[in-house]
Nanobody, 126 residues
Framework: QLQLVESGGGLVQPGGSLRLSCAAS????????IGWFRQAPGKEREGVSC????????YYADSVKGRFTVSRDNAKNTVYLQMNRLKPEDTAVYYC???????????????????WGQGTQVTVSS
């Protein structure tokens, strides 16, 4: 069974940092594009970042570029999202997802992704 599990969310002050983890079971993460998405209350789910299969190219939404970094540890079968200089508008439930449609490419649209984790809450507040 293909499964993704996110962890690492929590409450952080503005300007702080968090690192989210996305651990996979039942498949190897490096064979799939892995995306990070977030959804705030009353808003649509939006793409935040993506790391492509095999070559590991990374992509970011303009709103997080320069602050967030996505990476992959093949030995641990885990993808990470390092979030720095967090802002209150980053508050949302964060999801990771895998795509069987994207080969050595990425897309930040949720419709391209097939396997989703359960999400982890990130709250940025003083």
């Amino acid at each position: 069974q293909l499964q993704l599990v996110e962890s690492g969310g929590g409450l952080v002050q503005p300007g702080g940092s968090l690192r989210l983890s996305c651990a996979a079971s039942g498949f190897s993460l490096d064979l799939y594009a892995i995306g990070w998405f977030r959804q705030a209350p009353g808003k649509e789910r939006e793409g935040v970042s993506c790391i492509s299969s095999s070559d590991g190219n990374t992509y970011y939404a303009d709103s997080v570029k320069g602050r967030f970094t996505v990476s992959r540890d093949n030995a641990k079968n885990t993808v990470y999202l390092q979030m720095n200089r967090l802002k209150p508008e980053d508050t949302a439930v964060y999801y990771c997802a895998a795509s069987v449609l994207l080969f050595r490419s990425c897309d930040l649209r949720p419709s391209f992704f097939n396997v989703w984790g359960q999400g982890t809450q990130v709250t940025v507040s003083s």
